[in-house]
Nanobody, 113 residues
Framework: QVQLVESGGGLVQPGGSLRLSCAASGISFSTDTISWYRQAPGKVREFVARIIRSRTTDYADSVKGRFIISRENTRNLVYLQMNSLKPEDTGIYYC???????WGQGTRVTVSS
């Protein structure tokens, strides 16, 4: 059974940092591309970042230079380090397995003073 579980969301002030985690099970983790998406209130879900099996990374322009995606294959974990957070980063963050098309349930990030 495929399961993706996000954690690490919360309330943070503008300029602050958060680290999100995505724990995967039931997939061939080390050979899978894992992506982060987010959905702001009233908006469509959008791509944030991805990391492929070779550890090559890709980012949306809106987060380049502020967010860092990484993976720990021995623990089936993917992280999203989010720095210099802005109010427009607010939303529910989801991780996704490319190979299976599965999504996690999401973790909420709120950037507000």
């Amino acid at each position: 059974q495929v399961q993706l579980v996000e954690s690490g969301g919360g309330l943070v002030q503008p300029g602050g940092s958060l680290r999100l985690s995505c724990a995967a099970s039931g997939i061939s983790f080390s050979t899978d591309t894992i992506s982060w998406y987010r959905q702001a209130p009233g908006k469509v879900r959008e791509f944030v970042a991805r990391i492929i099996r070779s550890r090559t990374t890709d980012y949306a322009d809106s987060v380049k230079g502020r967010f860092i995606i990484s993976r720990e294959n021995t623990r089936n974990l993917v992280y999203l380090q989010m720095n210099s957070l802005k109010p427009e980063d607010t939303g529910i963050y989801y991780c996704r397995s490319l190979n299976t098309g599965s999504w996690g349930q999401g973790t909420r990030v709120t950037v507000s003073s």
